[in-house]
């Protein structure tokens, strides 16, 4: 709802006298002072004393006024030494009084002391230290009401930051359209980051309206000094405190970041902000602005010519316009750094005191040298030069700095690092309970529901546990249990997990350092790769072709009696280099499989979940229904979940006495982040993104390889692309040494990219579905100018 416009007429100074000397006794000199509703007088009395008497608007209630007056006694008793009004009582010695004026119209009466000083808005330069000295002061008052409460406090106030989405019904009162879109993108930006971390913030009464008109400061110390008008007071986000009062602070100034993050640090070191609150600084600012040009522009409709409506109008828009060329995250890690969130933490203590030796954090350079010390020197290190990521914001990482980079090829993080309905599912859940799948949890059941919704019908059975490693295996176990065979086909350069088992069945483990090469009971069919592989993109019949192969196997298996029981593969490899299977090549090679008595296994764990973009699975691309589905990697957006889902008739068979149990599977925070993120691709629209976006990337990419010849390929669907870099485009040669270059100079330029495939020429593109096409553009741009080094060349 939108508060309604002033309809009473301004009262004369002549009346103030009147109401001055009937209610207060006194006898002094009278001017108007500016108000938006109320009537607001300066009385100079003649012994020197000053005071604002305040005539309020009809519509006021009597809880309006007394809110703000108990609120002041409170103040002055907590904070004392705080400069702020007092309130002045009648001759009754009342607070407030209601009087019938000549008009006929009932008002409220009180007063207040008057403060001398300077208004903020009169003041230059603002410096650091005096927009630092209105945070520390608000932080004070918020300080002193920590225990003050008033029913008004609860009131509806169209300043509540947490009430900022009724600027949407009136989005239409601006009628320059631009204009217009910004302040809906602000709003949306409110909707998108702030709205889902509303739980996570603490809520106080606090002061609401540091505005430069409100705030006065000593023109001596240029510090604030106090601040005037506390209509606005109300029961709030803790956080809003600072972010309107930044909100005003960048009004007029080039940088916007700087002194708001003055305001906001003097904030934090009297009353300490959380992460999360830090977080939704940005955008409660913004909000803030926001409200208060759809309020001018609605209340110009009512009141053409109101100076008070339009007074800082221009200047919001402005600061709007500033912040529309300001990525939030860039901001927040600004915030983040202004609150002193990525200083290094000290030794650690004992709870005595005693200094225990052991780090919190560790400096880069110790990170490294620990990490050799105390981690296995097989744990590799992404990039010649190592990143220390300290945390990450849907499609973004942070190193320790703060630096943003934009993450193209982590595709754990499905719906984007940290997203906050995630995080958010993991904390409400994890402070409840967690434990095994012994008890009857209905979290476990919704998910499965859910999951089981998204499949075709053969696939009924779930089994959850946490790893794609953990679920491959179990698939296999389901495999050799329900056939009584051992033997599995895989395809070459194939990966399916860390495990013992399936080390084995993964040629670019067992075929490559520190492989102990292949066992007699695996075999290994080419991969149906038509840009590197015998038959070639252009061939009819290409699926046909390397079905065949697996044909072969198995007619060479069962005459060796050594009947298979499982075909597995990824549906669209990824270790390989992201490859695209031909048309009906799956299709061919279940058909062989069934009839030969075994069972297909598909490995959706890269690319499952609707990453592709035209189907939700990856084997849905080859219009197959496997026996057995993998799931892993993004099920959880990076919290361990996993999952194996068979048919009712394969799980029968594995119900054969011996229990299955895993300690952590299924268990209730992980299905609350599976729930999660089911919800956020449903509500998002993040597999139609992953289509539009990978569309756009895949033609932007094409064209860079007509114009750079080390791009022999590029291939993919939705958000899961490849580019092959090869020396020579007729032997397709590959350009291991340049797809290093590329991948470590995109890391210098704040790209994140990878390189996958046996020789570690193709660049792997598997970002969060929440890529932009923005991203697209960004990445491409920095490709291009990265493949016209002399580096890059396919002959060095």
């Known amino acids: 709802m939108m508060p309604e416009a002033r309809v009473a007429a301004p009262l004369?100074?002549?009346v103030a006298a009147r109401v001055a000397a009937a209610v207060y006794g006194l006898t002094a000199t009278i001017r108007l002072l500016p108000g938006e509703y109320d009537d607001n007088f300066h009385l100079q009395a003649s012994d020197s004393r000053a005071f604002v008497l305040k005539l309020m608007h009809p519509a006021r209630e009597d809880a309006f006024v007394d809110m703000q007056c108990r609120a002041l006694t409170h103040l002055a008793l907590k904070a004392p030494r705080l400069a702020l009004p007092r309130v002045i009582p009648t001759t009754g010695g009342e607070l407030y009084r209601r009087i019938t004026l000549e008009d006929e119209t009932s008002r409220l009466i009180w007063m207040l002391s008057y403060l001398p000083g300077t208004m903020l808005v009169e003041a230059r330069p603002h410096t650091p230290e005096l927009l630092g000295s209105l945070g520390g002061l608000l932080a004070k008052i918020d300080l002193a009401l920590k225990d003050f409460a008033h029913p008004c406090a609860q009131?509806?106030?169209?300043?509540?930051?947490?009430r900022s989405n009724w600027a949407r019904d009136y989005l239409g009162h601006i009628a320059n359209l631009e204009r217009r879109a910004l302040a809906k993108n602000f709003l949306n930006l409110f909707e998108e980051e702030a709205v889902p971390r509303f739980p996570l913030l603490r809520r106080s009464v606090i002061y609401g309206d540091a505005n430069d008109h409100n705030t006065l400061i000593d023109p001596k110390t240029e510090r604030v000094v106090s601040v005037i008008d506390f209509g606005d007071l109300h029961e709030g986000f803790t956080v809003g405190e600072p972010a309107i009062a930044a909100a005003y602070a960048i009004l007029g100034k080039e940088d916007p970041l700087a002194p708001a993050a003055a305001v906001l640090a003097g904030y934090h070191g009297i009353m300490p902000l959380r992460e999360e609150e830090i977080a939704v600084f940005f955008p409660l600012m913004a909000a803030r602005l926001a409200v208060s040009v759809v309020n001018s522009a609605h209340r110009k409709s009512l009141v053409a010519d109101d100076p008070y409506v339009t007074v800082s109008e221009e200047l919001a828009w402005a600061a709007l316009e500033r912040l529309g060329a300001i990525d939030p995250r860039t901001a927040r890690e600004y915030f983040r750094a202004a609150a002193g969130k990525v200083a290094p933490v000290p030794t650690g203590t004992s709870k005595d005191g005693a200094d225990t030796g052991l780090k919190k954090e560790f400096t880069f350079e110790e990170s490294l040298a620990a990490r050799k010390k105390l981690l296995g020197r097989n744990l590799s290190l992404?990039?010649?030069?190592?990143?220390?990521?300290?945390?990450?914001?849907?499609?973004?990482?942070?190193?320790?700095?703060g630096r943003a980079?934009?993450?193209?090829?982590?595709?754990?993080?499905?719906?984007?690092?940290?997203?906050?309905?995630?995080?958010?599912?993991?904390?409400?859940q994890v402070a409840l309970l967690n434990t095994n799948t012994r008890y009857l949890h209905d979290n476990i059941l919704r998910y499965a529901q859910r999951l089981t919704a998204l499949l075709p019908d053969p696939l009924q059975v779930c089994y959850f546990v946490n790893s794609g490693s953990e679920a491959n295996e179990l698939a296999l176990r389901l495999a050799r249990t329900h056939t009584g065979r051992e033997d599995v086909i895989v395809l070459e350069h194939a990966y399916h997990g860390h495990t013992s088992t399936l080390i084995d069945i993964s040629p670019y483990k067992f075929a490559g350092p520190g492989g102990r090469g292949r066992k007699p009971w695996v075999h290994v069919a080419p991969i149906a790769d038509d840009y590197r592989g015998k038959c070639r993109r252009g061939e009819a019949e290409l699926g046909e072709k390397y079905a065949a192969h697996v044909d072969e196997i198995l007619n060479d298996c069962k005459k060796k009696r050594q009947p298979v029981a499982a075909y597995i593969a990824e549906t669209l490899p990824?270790?390989?280099?992201?490859?695209?299977?031909?048309?009906?090549?799956?299709?061919?090679?279940?058909?062989?499989?069934?009839?030969?008595?075994?069972?297909?296994?598909?490995?959706?764990?890269?690319?499952?979940?609707?990453?592709l973009g035209t189907h939700f699975w990856g084997f849905g691309t080859q219009g197959v229904i496997p026996d057995i589905a993998v799931f892993g990697k993004p099920m959880g957006n990076a919290f361990p979940l996993a999952a194996v889902v068979t048919t009712r008739e394969i799980a029968a068979s594995f119900a054969n006495g011996m229990e299955f149990f895993t300690t952590f599977g299924g268990n209730p925070v992980a299905c609350a982040a599976g729930l999660a993120v089911l919800d956020v691709l449903r509500d998002e629209n993040l597999q139609q993104n992953a289509l539009a976006v990978g569309t756009q990337w895949i033609r932007e990419l094409?064209?860079?390889?007509?114009?750079h010849p080390l791009i022999g390929d590029v291939r993919?669907?939705?958000?899961?692309?490849?580019?092959?870099?090869?020396?020579?485009r007729e032997t397709r040669a590959p350009a291991t040494r340049q797809a290093s270059h590329v991948v470590n100079r995109l890391r210098e330029e704040g790209i994140l990219a990878g390189t996958d495939g046996p020789h570690h020429n193709v660049i792997k593109l598997r970002p969060p579905l929440c890529f932009t096409a923005a991203d697209t553009r960004t990445f491409t741009s920095a490709l291009d100018s990265i493949l016209l080094e002399p580096a890059a060349q396919p002959i060095a």
């Open 574 to 611: 990824s270790v390989a280099g992201q490859i695209v299977f031909p048309p009906n090549y799956l299709s061919h090679v279940y058909e062989r499989v069934r009839k030969a008595g075994a069972v297909c296994i598909a490995d959706e764990v890269q690319v499952g979940f609707g990453r």
């Open 716 to 728: 993919g669907l939705g958000l899961f692309l490849g580019i092959d870099l090869v020396t020579d």
């Open 382 to 401: 992404a990039y010649e030069k190592p990143l220390k990521i300290v945390r990450g914001s849907m499609q973004h990482l942070y190193d320790e700095t």
């Open 702 to 707: 094409r064209e860079l390889q007509a114009k």
């Open 12 to 14: 004369s100074a002549d």
């Open 155 to 162: 009131r509806f106030l169209k300043w509540d930051l947490s």
């Open 405 to 428: 980079y934009l993450d193209v090829y982590n595709n754990v993080p499905l719906v984007g690092h940290s997203h906050p309905r995630v995080v958010r599912a993991i904390q409400e």
